[in-house]
């Protein structure tokens, strides 16, 4: 068993070592100035011998300090966004053309021309491919790295769970936050967004909104709706109540402070300091300016606001980069299904949908024209605040689309083809991994899985995707069960 | 050269160098190598495969010697072999160095290469393991330390000092730890197991560690039943003197909420605490035992074993389900009765509750590794797969007890929602690994014959609720236990093994014993902890029980479950929470499932349901429940509303202090101290709204540690 001493004494040759399990709870910690991620010592491991164990890791801190997974559910169309095929028959290429971005021969769908101006600054990803046309299976699948069953909807947790559980919390906020962490696709509603094996405490911290506020793109679907529309994303858990002020919270604390004298023999508990702990940090969110500022989109200038656009993607990707500048570890954009519109990327055009045809959605506020505005906003906005370079932004919806325009117009799940991309901190941008045949039906190169997407990531946040983790019964689990990290989006 | 090894197999063993069967196998398993998350694990790493933990040393001798065109090895010149390059970080190794000059394996391993890497069977086969002294040994400050010696027997008769080439491990490094060469340390108060492993075979051993005597002054509080007298017992032994009895108000808060689940109301409490009764305490656990909300809270903590949720068994099942439970605890049911009426359970879900035991449990694998922890309190699943790595099951036991569930069958009928849980009279279990069908298997019995009523099950849990059976009362007590001081004998409930042994073993066997010379009659369990001392035990602790959390030397402060927590809410404000489509008057303490989708409640840690371990239910905090606490709707609400509690008593002309006085009992069961009551008024004096001062007085209460907590 390491104790303090022997963990100094390994630090000096190790960046990254396995704790025991009791230090592995807690967030990072810094020994004599390096960081010392809380990866775990599997139940197996810690049987097998008495001495310490200090196990490097290979794959060494990670480049990536925070991680803003964008993560459109229900299956955003490729060849109308990221791989547009000019040369296909029509019935393929719709009525769409394609544009020059500005990276020389990479060309984008023209739903694009916001993000096809910052190209330079993204790795697009044509080779994303994998075995479910399923809306569950393929959204766990990209949610969690893993290739599950039916049954394990619920089981396997969120990658930002794992890096939750590996690196802990940061300033204040909670190691993993979904912003607005609303999407359940069903029937019936499912919450995918879940901690699984881990534990219920590693369930993102999703920031809620207002279910009942109007939605803007009902009725007239502008490009760009008025504010009076815009989605309220500070989190009911830390907006206080009308009649309760922050001098009140502060009277009420106090009044607490005295009750709790009568107990102060229980401190030493572990429980009791845990629970003491959450409460503290807890009023602190409550309290902390900066914290709750975080949450406060209104404060952006309105040039800032009109970049993103004032759109539910635009205020959520404006909220990720503010959580990311506060601090935020692992923030997810989760946009797909709406409480107010329905699937707003699953666009079979069935007749319940009410959809106009695809080509012509991809030109609304809320689809691609307003992803490419959102997207392309926060890469810039990232960009010139400095914080790119420590940020990985990762584009991840479960699928492509048919390939074929079906006769209602729209397009199906395709799970063999789909384009996502990568940003940010340790990527190679201004290239194109992977290719697609010329109906973009299946990858001609190698095909990278959500398994190697969840790899990379790993990777990029300085874990080992081959290590270990440990469950909520203290079981070892391996952080993914298969996939490689995809080398060449690596810078 | 590659004839060596094969002519060298005959001769003797000092000339082949050291056996791969006896000492380089155990030593790469010593050393890391073949465990679970290295080399061992079912695809190995980087190429590379051991078997977990050497459990199959022939296939380990093919990756050693003949996979990779036989690179791991170098006989000619050892030191360049990866065996050894890879372990001394000579060259680069995921795994780190395992291995440095000097070290007694590295040798092993040199000499096993220099003499040609036989792999040849050794003659004499190991028979088994003991250790060089006593079961127990006794560890002090002038006397921490202890060198164990592990002697291996083989079957010619001969036996070896193996330490060197032996896996050791504590069961609590708090309390001793032990290092490669079997050197024991007692590093803090305690009693905990040294387990050691060769080959396939086990040991262990129990260490105390306690300071020398330094309690004979102090004043030890008198026992009140066999409970505390082999509490003291072990107290006794690691020298911790037990906290005195808590107050008569800390009594009857915390009887209420362990036995029926919900805090007392402020009319009951005033009932308790004057009475001069010397029986009083004990009557009112019986009282409690005799209510409704006793079975019904008890056949909460049930259904979370069962997992009964309307995805597992249907919302009619669950209504069903839930009720058979309620009955079951209502009625007192002896718990082997109970234990065979869900084992044995067969029919229609819908007529036969206790059948969905097998509804829930979807096959024979799930039906074992269920079967095995809810009532054996044994993770049989990593069984499935290769033998535990310390403990006595082997993959052959899991697929022997596997053989008693195999016919289980399931089929639907017309009436929607139903299960019909029948047994086919043929069908065998193949073995894996072998391929060949296996005969169910029992413990100290061995293979079991079919016997000519065809129900197979019928012999196992004969076998389980048998009066000798070491598992059934043994696991059913020590979960009581833990549901009423807040932590098992065992913990966790359901990981009995020896290398992690009871903190009292004592404690439990008289328990157990009791339960099952009494007819499995729980009531009598909870009413003989109840009933003791150290149940009844203050939570403060003293200078001399320094960091006890194991051997209940005081009461063990806990965090209200969440179904608690909301209910004690509703109490305190007079507004309990109403679920959608359940009776009237239904509290989180009593639902039948979870699938009413309560954010409150999920946030404090209720279940889902999915699986039968007790784990399941969330005792951490976390930040969300801090939120839902101080700034939650659900609370804002009720504190704030016009049918509340603090309303009533602001708008009822009652003074300051009797609002306080009713405020206290109702969150806390006891007066507020004159300081606190001090404290409340200066606080409402300078609030310009009185009511608006009580709704805060209301937060702070019940954000209050003493409010969240049992204690």
Same mark, same amino acid.
């Given at each position: 068993?390491?104790?303090?001493?022997?963990?100094?004494?390994?630090?000096?040759?190790?960046?990254?070592?396995?704790?025991?399990?009791?230090?592995?709870?807690?967030?990072?910690?810094?020994?004599?100035?390096?960081?010392?991620?809380?990866?775990?010592?599997?139940?197996?491991?810690?049987?097998?011998?008495?001495?310490?164990?200090?196990?490097?890791?290979?794959?060494?801190?990670?480049?990536?300090?925070?991680?803003?997974?964008?993560?459109?559910?229900?299956?955003?169309?490729?060849?109308?966004?990221?791989?547009?095929?000019?040369?296909?028959?029509?019935?393929?290429?719709?009525?769409?053309?394609?544009?020059?971005?500005?990276?020389?021969?990479?060309?984008?769908?023209?739903?694009?021309?916001?993000?096809?101006?910052?190209?330079?600054?993204?790795?697009?990803?044509?080779?994303?491919?994998?075995?479910?046309?399923?809306?569950?299976?393929?959204?766990?699948?990209?949610?969690?790295?893993?290739?599950?069953?039916?049954?394990?909807?619920?089981?396997?947790?969120?990658?930002?769970?794992?890096?939750?559980?590996?690196?802990?919390?940061?300033?204040?906020?909670?190691?993993?936050?979904?912003?607005?962490?609303?999407?359940?696709?069903?029937?019936?509603?499912?919450?995918?967004?879940?901690?699984?094996?881990?534990?219920?405490?590693?369930?993102?911290?999703?920031?809620?909104?207002?279910?009942?506020?109007?939605?803007?793109?009902?009725?007239?679907?502008?490009?760009?709706?008025?504010?009076?529309?815009?989605?309220?994303?500070?989190?009911?858990?830390?907006?206080?109540?009308?009649?309760?002020?922050?001098?009140?919270?502060?009277?009420?604390?106090?009044?607490?402070?005295?009750?709790?004298?009568?107990?102060?023999?229980?401190?030493?508990?572990?429980?009791?300091?845990?629970?003491?702990?959450?409460?503290?940090?807890?009023?602190?969110?409550?309290?902390?300016?900066?914290?709750?500022?975080?949450?406060?989109?209104?404060?952006?200038?309105?040039?800032?606001?009109?970049?993103?656009?004032?759109?539910?993607?635009?205020?959520?990707?404006?909220?990720?980069?503010?959580?990311?500048?506060?601090?935020?570890?692992?923030?997810?954009?989760?946009?797909?299904?709406?409480?107010?519109?329905?699937?707003?990327?699953?666009?079979?055009?069935?007749?319940?949908?009410?959809?106009?045809?695809?080509?012509?959605?991809?030109?609304?506020?809320?689809?691609?024209?307003?992803?490419?505005?959102?997207?392309?906003?926060?890469?810039?906005?990232?960009?010139?605040?400095?914080?790119?370079?420590?940020?990985?932004?990762?584009?991840?919806?479960?699928?492509?689309?048919?390939?074929?325009?079906?006769?209602?117009?729209?397009?199906?799940?395709?799970?063999?083809?789909?384009?996502?991309?990568?940003?940010?901190?340790?990527?190679?941008?201004?290239?194109?991994?992977?290719?697609?045949?010329?109906?973009?039906?299946?990858?001609?190169?190698?095909?990278?899985?959500?398994?190697?997407?969840?790899?990379?990531?790993?990777?990029?946040?300085?874990?080992?995707?081959?290590?270990?983790?440990?469950?909520?019964?203290?079981?070892?689990?391996?952080?993914?069960?298969?996939?490689?990290?995809?080398?060449?989006?690596?810078? | 050269?590659?004839?060596?090894?094969?002519?060298?197999?005959?001769?003797?063993?000092?000339?082949?160098?050291?056996?791969?069967?006896?000492?380089?196998?155990?030593?790469?398993?010593?050393?890391?190598?073949?465990?679970?998350?290295?080399?061992?694990?079912?695809?190995?790493?980087?190429?590379?495969?051991?078997?977990?933990?050497?459990?199959?040393?022939?296939?380990?001798?093919?990756?050693?010697?003949?996979?990779?065109?036989?690179?791991?090895?170098?006989?000619?010149?050892?030191?360049?072999?990866?065996?050894?390059?890879?372990?001394?970080?000579?060259?680069?190794?995921?795994?780190?160095?395992?291995?440095?000059?000097?070290?007694?394996?590295?040798?092993?391993?040199?000499?096993?290469?220099?003499?040609?890497?036989?792999?040849?069977?050794?003659?004499?086969?190991?028979?088994?393991?003991?250790?060089?002294?006593?079961?127990?040994?006794?560890?002090?400050?002038?006397?921490?330390?202890?060198?164990?010696?592990?002697?291996?027997?083989?079957?010619?008769?001969?036996?070896?000092?193996?330490?060197?080439?032996?896996?050791?491990?504590?069961?609590?490094?708090?309390?001793?730890?032990?290092?490669?060469?079997?050197?024991?340390?007692?590093?803090?108060?305690?009693?905990?197991?040294?387990?050691?492993?060769?080959?396939?075979?086990?040991?262990?051993?129990?260490?105390?560690?306690?300071?020398?005597?330094?309690?004979?002054?102090?004043?030890?509080?008198?026992?009140?039943?066999?409970?505390?007298?082999?509490?003291?017992?072990?107290?006794?032994?690691?020298?911790?003197?037990?906290?005195?009895?808590?107050?008569?108000?800390?009594?009857?808060?915390?009887?209420?909420?362990?036995?029926?689940?919900?805090?007392?109301?402020?009319?009951?409490?005033?009932?308790?605490?004057?009475?001069?009764?010397?029986?009083?305490?004990?009557?009112?656990?019986?009282?409690?035992?005799?209510?409704?909300?006793?079975?019904?809270?008890?056949?909460?903590?049930?259904?979370?074993?069962?997992?009964?949720?309307?995805?597992?068994?249907?919302?009619?099942?669950?209504?069903?389900?839930?009720?058979?439970?309620?009955?079951?605890?209502?009625?007192?049911?002896?718990?082997?009765?109970?234990?065979?009426?869900?084992?044995?359970?067969?029919?229609?879900?819908?007529?036969?509750?206790?059948?969905?035991?097998?509804?829930?449990?979807?096959?024979?694998?799930?039906?074992?590794?269920?079967?095995?922890?809810?009532?054996?309190?044994?993770?049989?699943?990593?069984?499935?797969?290769?033998?535990?790595?310390?403990?006595?099951?082997?993959?052959?036991?899991?697929?022997?007890?596997?053989?008693?569930?195999?016919?289980?069958?399931?089929?639907?009928?017309?009436?929607?929602?139903?299960?019909?849980?029948?047994?086919?009279?043929?069908?065998?279990?193949?073995?894996?690994?072998?391929?060949?069908?296996?005969?169910?298997?029992?413990?100290?019995?061995?293979?079991?014959?079919?016997?000519?009523?065809?129900?197979?099950?019928?012999?196992?849990?004969?076998?389980?609720?048998?009066?000798?059976?070491?598992?059934?009362?043994?696991?059913?007590?020590?979960?009581?236990?833990?549901?009423?001081?807040?932590?098992?004998?065992?913990?966790?409930?359901?990981?009995?093994?020896?290398?992690?042994?009871?903190?009292?073993?004592?404690?439990?066997?008289?328990?157990?014993?009791?339960?099952?010379?009494?007819?499995?009659?729980?009531?009598?369990?909870?009413?003989?902890?109840?009933?003791?001392?150290?149940?009844?035990?203050?939570?403060?602790?003293?200078?001399?029980?320094?960091?006890?959390?194991?051997?209940?030397?005081?009461?063990?402060?806990?965090?209200?479950?969440?179904?608690?927590?909301?209910?004690?809410?509703?109490?305190?404000?007079?507004?309990? /929470?109403?679920?959608?489509?359940?009776?009237?008057?239904?509290?989180?303490?009593?639902?039948?499932?979870?699938?009413?989708?309560?954010?409150?409640? /999920?946030?404090?840690?209720?279940?889902?349901?999915?699986?039968?371990?007790?784990?399941?239910?969330?005792?951490?905090?976390?930040?969300?429940?801090?939120?839902?606490?101080?700034?939650?709707?659900?609370?804002?609400?009720?504190?704030?509303?016009?049918?509340?509690?603090?309303?009533?008593?602001?708008?009822?002309?009652?003074?300051?202090?009797?609002?306080?006085?009713?405020?206290?009992?109702?969150?806390?069961?006891?007066?507020?101290?004159?300081?606190?009551?001090?404290?409340?008024?200066?606080?409402?004096?300078?609030?310009?709204?009185?009511?608006?001062?009580?709704?805060?007085?209301?937060?702070?209460?019940?954000?209050?540690?003493?409010?969240?907590?049992?204690?």
């Amino acid at each position: 068993m390491l104790d303090t001493k022997d963990l100094n004494a390994s630090t000096e040759t190790t960046s990254l070592v396995r704790l025991p399990p009791l230090l592995a709870q807690r967030d990072v910690l810094r020994v004599g100035g390096i960081s010392v991620a809380a990866t775990l010592i599997p139940q197996s491991c810690r049987l097998h011998a008495a001495g310490s164990i200090g196990t490097v890791d290979r794959s060494g801190p990670g480049k990536a300090k925070s991680v803003i997974f964008l993560w459109m559910g229900g299956g955003v169309t490729h060849i109308d966004s990221f791989d547009p095929k000019p040369q296909a028959p029509s019935e393929v290429r719709g009525s769409l053309e394609d544009i020059a971005t500005n990276v020389p021969g990479i060309r984008f769908c023209e739903t694009l021309p916001k993000l096809a101006s910052v190209t330079d600054k993204l790795a697009v990803l044509r080779s994303f491919s994998h075995d479910s046309d399923d809306h569950l299976l393929s959204q766990v699948y990209t949610l969690s790295g893993r290739r599950i069953n039916r049954l394990q909807l619920f089981s396997e947790p969120n990658i930002g769970s794992v890096v939750w559980r590996t690196h802990g919390p940061r300033s204040g906020l909670p190691g993993y936050i979904a912003v607005p962490g609303v999407t359940r696709p069903g029937p019936p509603p499912h919450n995918l967004f879940v901690g699984g094996w881990l534990g219920s405490k590693y369930a993102p911290y999703c920031l809620g909104g207002l279910p009942e506020q109007p939605d803007f793109s009902v009725g007239e679907k502008l490009y760009d709706p008025p504010a009076k529309y815009e989605e309220e994303l500070r989190p009911q858990s830390l907006s206080l109540s009308p009649d309760v002020s922050l001098s009140r919270l502060s009277n009420r604390q106090a009044l607490r402070d005295a009750f709790d004298q009568a107990l102060r023999t229980v401190e030493r508990q572990d429980q009791f300091q845990a629970a003491e702990a959450q409460f503290q940090n807890g009023l602190r969110l409550l309290h902390t300016p900066e914290v709750r500022q975080a949450f406060e989109v209104g404060d952006e200038p309105s040039s800032v606001r009109e970049n993103y656009g004032r759109t539910k993607i635009g205020g959520r990707c404006l909220t990720a980069r503010r959580l990311v500048e506060a601090g935020a570890r692992f923030v997810m954009v989760d946009y797909g299904y709406d409480p107010d519109y329905g699937n707003i990327w699953d666009n079979h055009n069935a007749p319940v949908q009410n959809h106009p045809p695809i080509q012509q959605m991809v030109f609304r506020g809320y689809h691609l024209a307003g992803m490419d505005r959102a997207f392309a906003a926060l890469i810039s906005d990232l960009s010139s605040r400095g914080l790119l370079e420590t940020t990985l932004v990762v584009f991840v919806t479960e699928f492509g689309r048919t390939p074929t325009i079906n006769k209602l117009g729209g397009r199906d799940h395709w799970g063999r083809a789909g384009s996502l991309f990568f940003a940010g901190a340790g990527i190679k941008t201004g290239q194109v991994v992977g290719q697609t045949d010329r109906t973009a039906s299946r990858p001609l190169t190698r095909p990278y899985g959500p398994w190697d997407v969840a790899a990379t990531i790993y990777h990029l946040m300085g874990i080992n995707h081959e290590d270990f983790t440990a469950d909520f019964q203290d079981r070892p689990r391996p952080i993914l069960d298969e996939g490689a990290i995809i080398r060449e989006l690596l810078a | 050269m590659w004839l060596i090894p094969c002519l060298l197999g005959h001769l003797n063993a000092s000339d082949i160098g050291p056996s791969f069967f006896h000492e380089v196998v155990p030593l790469l398993s010593k050393i890391g190598c073949s465990s679970g998350a290295c080399h061992g694990s079912p695809n190995g790493k980087n190429g590379f495969r051991l078997s977990l933990r050497g459990y199959d040393p022939v296939a380990d001798a093919q990756s050693l010697t003949r996979d990779e065109l036989g690179r791991r090895v170098n006989k000619i010149s050892p030191d360049l072999s990866l065996l050894i390059q890879k372990p001394m970080m000579r060259v680069p190794h995921g795994g780190g160095q395992q291995l440095k000059n000097g070290d007694y394996g590295l040798e092993i391993l040199r000499r096993w290469l220099r003499h040609g890497c036989s792999t040849a069977e050794p003659a004499a086969a190991c028979v088994g393991i003991r250790f060089n002294c006593a079961d127990s040994v006794m560890l002090s400050p002038t006397d921490a330390s202890r060198r164990l010696e592990v002697w291996a027997k083989f079957s010619d008769g001969t036996e070896r000092d193996v330490s060197k080439l032996a896996v050791f491990s504590s069961s609590d490094l708090g309390v001793v730890a032990v290092d490669g060469d079997g050197q024991v340390i007692g590093k803090g108060r305690g009693h905990a197991a040294i387990s050691v492993r060769y080959l396939e075979f086990w040991r262990s051993l129990f260490v105390t560690y306690a300071p020398n005597g330094t309690t004979q002054q102090a004043t030890w509080p008198n026992p009140m039943n066999q409970v505390d007298e082999l509490v003291d017992r072990q107290l006794a032994r690691l020298q911790v003197v037990p906290s005195g009895l808590c107050s008569d108000e800390q009594f009857v808060r915390r009887a209420y909420l362990d036995v029926i689940g919900l805090l007392p109301s402020t009319d009951e409490v005033q009932q308790f605490l004057p009475r001069t009764d010397p029986q009083k305490r004990e009557k009112l656990i019986d009282e409690l035992l005799k209510r409704e909300e006793y079975a019904k809270f008890w056949a909460l903590k049930w259904g979370d074993l069962l997992r009964v949720n309307s995805q597992q068994v249907g919302n009619a099942g669950v209504q069903k389900y839930a009720r058979w439970l309620v009955d079951s605890f209502a009625t007192n049911k002896p718990y082997d009765q109970f234990t065979r009426e869900l084992l044995l359970a067969q029919g229609s879900t819908l007529t036969s509750p206790a059948a969905n035991y097998y509804r829930t449990a979807t096959d024979v694998n799930n039906a074992t590794e269920s079967t095995a922890q809810i009532f054996m309190g044994v993770r049989l699943e990593c069984c499935k797969c290769h033998n535990h790595p310390m403990e006595k099951w082997t993959q052959n036991n899991y697929y022997g007890f596997a053989a008693f569930f195999n016919r289980v069958q399931r089929k639907t009928n017309r009436r929607s929602g139903d299960l019909v849980i029948w047994m086919a009279d043929s069908g065998e279990l193949n073995h894996p690994r072998t391929g060949r069908s296996v005969a169910p298997w029992l413990p100290g019995i061995g293979d079991v014959q079919d016997r000519s009523d065809g129900d197979r099950r019928a012999a196992f849990v004969d076998w389980l609720t048998a009066k000798n059976n070491e598992f059934l009362a043994a696991v059913e007590v020590n979960r009581i236990w833990s549901h009423l001081v807040g932590r098992g004998i065992v913990e966790p409930i359901d990981d009995f093994r020896d290398s992690n042994p009871p903190s009292n073993p004592e404690l439990l066997a008289m328990l157990a014993d009791d339960f099952r010379s009494h007819g499995f009659d729980r009531k009598r369990t909870i009413r003989l902890i109840t009933n003791s001392r150290t149940y009844q035990s203050a939570s403060q602790t003293s200078h001399q029980q320094p960091a006890d959390e194991k051997y209940f030397s005081h009461y063990r402060s806990r965090l209200l479950t969440a179904e608690q927590l909301l209910d004690a809410i509703g109490s305190f404000t007079e507004l309990p /929470e109403h679920f959608r489509g359940l009776p009237e008057g239904t509290r989180a303490t009593q639902l039948p499932s979870p699938d009413i989708n309560s954010e409150f409640l /999920e946030a404090f840690g209720q279940p889902k349901r999915e699986t039968v371990c007790q784990c399941e239910r969330m005792v951490e905090a976390t930040l969300s429940q801090a939120l839902q606490m101080a700034n939650g709707k659900l609370v804002h609400d009720k504190l704030s509303s016009a049918d509340g509690r603090i309303h009533r008593l602001v708008n009822g002309g009652t003074s300051d202090q009797q609002i306080t006085h009713e405020l206290y009992m109702a969150a806390y069961s006891r007066k507020p101290s004159e300081r606190e009551l001090q404290t409340i008024q200066i606080h409402i004096s300078k609030q310009a709204n009185r009511l608006i001062a009580f709704q805060d007085v209301g937060w702070a209460l019940i954000n209050s540690n003493e409010f969240l907590m049992q204690h």
